[in-house]
């Protein structure tokens, strides 16, 4: 089955970008996505791109996608401290319904 | 964009009794609905999808008779954990995807569940 892995934690000042990295092994996904959760809160959805774009850009968010290396990454500009959350990438595959999340990566913006 | 509602946000329950989680789309019709679980500081874990009018697809290790999902109408499935046990203890989190088979899938906010 697919395999979604991130990094656990980055920490970034306020005001600098901020790059999470998203990996994955099944080269059938067709959308990826990432989510951004808030303590005790659900996921709200960021953005998304379809396995034919390299990238995908929105307001501060920019997505770039490597399909050859099964690479994701979600760069957010000018990054504040209401940025600061859990960050999930997930993929879609193939012609299903099921979403498969990574581990999720804590973003922590300093002052 | 579309609007996911679970219902509680949070509930505490005795061990041995049953709890029912609500998840509603508000302004869409979700012909299904997804049922993750989500342990401290992890990811979400895929329970179960829940397609309309028949019967959930499990994933593999949940147990589907203790945790009885039902998905009686396009607004609306339930999540009903039986017979809870500390160790179902666990943030809960349903999603919704729209009739139309599109792209995003819309999160409820989430449900707290502490048994003690």
């Known amino acids: 089955g697919e395999d979604v892995e991130q990094s656990l934690f980055l920490s970034v000042r306020e005001g600098d970008s901020s790059v999470i990295n998203c990996t994955y092994t099944d080269s059938s996904s067709t959308y990826l996505y990432w989510y951004k959760q808030e303590p005790g809160a659900g996921l709200q959805l960021l953005t998304y791109?379809?396995?034919?774009?390299d990238m995908k850009q929105d307001q501060r968010l920019t997505v770039l996608l490597n399909k050859k290396d099964k690479h994701l990454s979600l760069r957010i500009a000018d990054t504040q401290t209401g940025d600061s959350a859990i960050y999930f990438c997930a993929v879609r595959t193939g012609g299903g319904n099921k979403l498969t999340f990574g581990t999720g990566t804590q973003l922590k913006v300093e002052l | 964009g579309a609007v996911v509602s679970q219902h509680p946000s949070r509930v505490i329950c005795k061990s041995g009794t049953s709890v029912k989680i609500e998840c509603r789309s508000l302004d869409f019709q979700a012909t299904t609905m997804f049922w993750y679980r989500q342990f401290p500081k992890q990811s979400l874990m895929l329970m179960a999808t829940?397609?309309?009018?028949?019967?959930?697809?499990?994933e593999q290790g949940v147990e589907k008779d203790k945790f009885l999902i039902n998905h009686a109408s396009l607004t609306l499935s339930t999540l009903t954990v039986t017979s809870a046990h500390p160790e179902d203890s666990s943030f809960y989190i349903c999603?919704?995807?729209?009739?139309?088979?599109?792209?995003?899938?819309?999160f409820g906010q989430g449900t707290r569940l502490t048994v003690v």
């Open positions: 999603s919704a995807r729209t009739a139309h088979g599109d792209t995003e899938a819309f």
């Open positions: 829940s397609n309309e009018g028949s019967k959930a697809t499990y």
């Open positions: 791109i379809f396995s034919n774009m």
